[in-house]
T-cell receptor, first 114, second 112 residues
Framework: KAGVTQTPRYLIKTRGQQVTLSCSPI?????VSWYQQTPGQGLQFLFE???????NKGNFPGRFSGRQFSNSRSEMNVSTLELGDSALYLC?????????????FGSGTRLTVV | AQSVTQPDIHITVSEGASLELRCNYS??????LFWYVQSPGQGLQLLLK??????LVQGIKGFEAEFKRSQSSFNLRKPSVHWSDAAEYFC??????????FGTGTRLQVFP
């Protein structure tokens, strides 16, 4: 059974650009969550999608957005990149979302903004 | 608001020694509690979780954790550490049906 796949693994972007990250959940999982991990702030929740609908949202500016497709794959977009957006972005999939069902994490996308 | 505190930023142990990583949480009801491990450059791997029932839970790789409601703690233990256990460990809490809230992590270093 394939795990959670995140692409690309590494990304370098310039300030002001935009970026799209992709996450393919475990087959059959309908919930995808995104987290940002930085040395200063730790792991912070961005948003969760379930059946193509955003179900929960963290405290991030509107430059951070996401979507989920009918096959449960999810994309996360960051517009007008800032240096502080440099981070490891982790995707987690769950059968139905919520802590009671558990989350499986991908290996992450390392974004560097220069 | 829910929160998780991991008081130890960095712990160093010798291979073969016992290990205890501390985790304290703040939550109004009985929370769902988790321990994850992260190796450098990798994602998070679930070690164990507590939802209800027996307060001593067994996980993978020989780890266990004990839920103590009176102390609002969920400490992770391992009787004998292996060099491959060197990694960062995260405690997390989450109410049912909601997102995970992570602690700041404890980096474990293992000396031969």
């Amino acid at each position: 059974k394939a795990g959670v796949t995140q692409t690309p693994r590494y990304l370098i972007k310039t300030r002001g650009q935009q970026v799209t990250l992709s996450c393919s959940p475990i087959s059959g999982h309908r919930s995808v969550s995104w987290y940002q991990q930085t040395p200063g702030q730790g792991l912070q929740f961005l948003f969760e999608y379930f059946s193509e609908t955003q179900r929960n949202k963290g405290n991030f500016p509107g430059r951070f957005s996401g979507r989920q497709f009918s096959n449960s794959r999810s994309e996360m977009n960051v517009s007008t990149l800032e240096l502080g957006d440099s981070a490891l972005y982790l995707c987690a999939s769950s059968p139905r979302g919520g802590t009671n069902y558990g989350y499986t994490f991908g290996s992450g996308t390392r974004l560097t903004v220069v | 608001a829910q929160s998780v505190t991991q008081p130890d930023i960095h712990i160093t142990v010798s291979e073969g020694a016992s290990l205890e990583l501390r985790c304290n949480y703040s939550y109004g009801a009985t929370p769902y509690l988790f321990w994850y491990v992260q190796s450098p450059g990798q994602g998070l791997q679930l070690l164990l979780k507590y939802f209800s029932g027996d307060t001593l839970v067994q996980g993978i790789k020989g780890f266990e954790a004990e839920f103590k409601r009176s102390q609002s703690s969920f400490n992770l233990r391992k009787p004998s550490v292996h060099w491959s256990d060197a990694a960062e460990y995260f405690c997390a809490v989450g109410p049912a049906g909601d997102k995970l809230i992570f602690g700041t992590g404890t980096r474990l270093q293992v000396f031969p």
